[in-house]
């Protein structure tokens, strides 16, 4: 038998990580489509509180995913992928979409965080299926 804290946990944790690994990839994009200079970032300490907040909200994404994948019967490998990538999609992407068209943000600023996003419920989700 599976331990779904276990699994919750290794999910969030995944999740986390990729976006550790997407934004050191994009961040240098990331920040000119903020508008700002990266060379003006340089040098500057990553804040410790919206890094604990990013962790616990991953964590709290990875409970609702295994919630939603175990009442809708969902968990296998590719059931639980594309269930993600249709959250993903049908959630975050719209929103941020819609969030950052009124307020003005960039489409470059917008494809790369609902990237993120769409991409770590779809890890989420994998990695649900795997150990839960």
């Known amino acids: 038998m599976h331990n779904p ?10 999740g986390w990580i990729f976006g550790a690994i997407w934004y050191g990839v994009l961040g240098k994009a ?3 489509a903020q508008g700002k200079n990266p060379d ?4 500057q300490k990553m804040p410790l509180a919206p890094m604990v ?7 709290v994404m990875s409970a609702v995913l295994y919630q939603l994948l175990t009442n809708l019967g969902v968990m296998g490998l590719t059931s639980s992928a594309i269930a993600g990538a249709t959250i993903g999609v049908g959630f975050l992407l719209t929103s941020i979409l819609v ?4 307020q003005q943000k960039s489409l470059m600023l917008t494809a790369i965080d609902a990237g993120h996003w769409v991409l770590a419920v779809v890890i989420e989700s994998v990695v649900l299926a795997l150990l839960a």
């Not at 003006?40 to 040098?43: A, L, N, V, Y």
């Not at 907040?53 to 964590?59: E, Q, T």
Request: some cysteine; overall charge neutral; aromatic content about 10%.
């Open 5 to 14: 804290l276990i699994a919750i946990g290794a999910a969030g944790l995944a």
């Open 30 to 32: 990331w920040t000119l």
């Open 40 to 43: 003006d970032c340089k040098g």
């Open 53 to 59: 907040v990013s962790f616990l909200a991953a964590l």
């Open 99 to 102: 969030n950052n068209m009124f």
